[in-house]
């Protein structure tokens, strides 16, 4: 299932908000926003428009452009693990199987 951009900016937001300690309500008072939207937002049942967006940001005090950035990378890990799992898939790999490889330089050598 491919994920949604929205979805993943309202995770990034919903972390910085978090990791700031701060309530829904103080960011949304904030950012004049109300609450219901917001929490849709962060849940990435709603895309907001860019002016939205910024004035979250602004709230939060965040960059748009961290917040853009970060989702893109996020987006970016999410599209190459998908692509790794289609290419495994096709070759005949089961994914779910697990192996570990150590480190050339960590074997003893006698």
């Known amino acids: ?3 949604l951009l929205r979805e993943v ?3 990034v937001l ?3 908000r978090v990791e700031q300690g701060r309530t829904l309500r ?3 008072d904030s950012a004049r ?3 219901g939207y917001l929490s849709e937002v962060e849940r990435g049942r709603k895309e907001p428009s860019s002016e939205l967006l910024g004035s979250i940001c602004g709230a939060l005090d965040v960059p748009l452009s961290k ?3 970060e989702a893109a990378d996020e987006m970016a890990h999410e599209e190459s693990i998908a692509a790794a799992v289609e290419k495994a898939s096709t070759a005949g790999i089961d994914v779910s199987t697990k192996v570990v490889i150590p480190h ?3 074997m003893a050598v006698a």
């Open 26 to 28: 103080e960011v949304s």
């Open 104 to 106: 050339v330089s960590s």
């Open 67 to 69: 917040v853009l950035t």
């Open 33 to 35: 926003v109300s609450l």
């Open 9 to 11: 900016i309202g995770d």
């Open 1 to 3: 299932m491919t994920t």
């Open 14 to 16: 919903r972390r910085a």
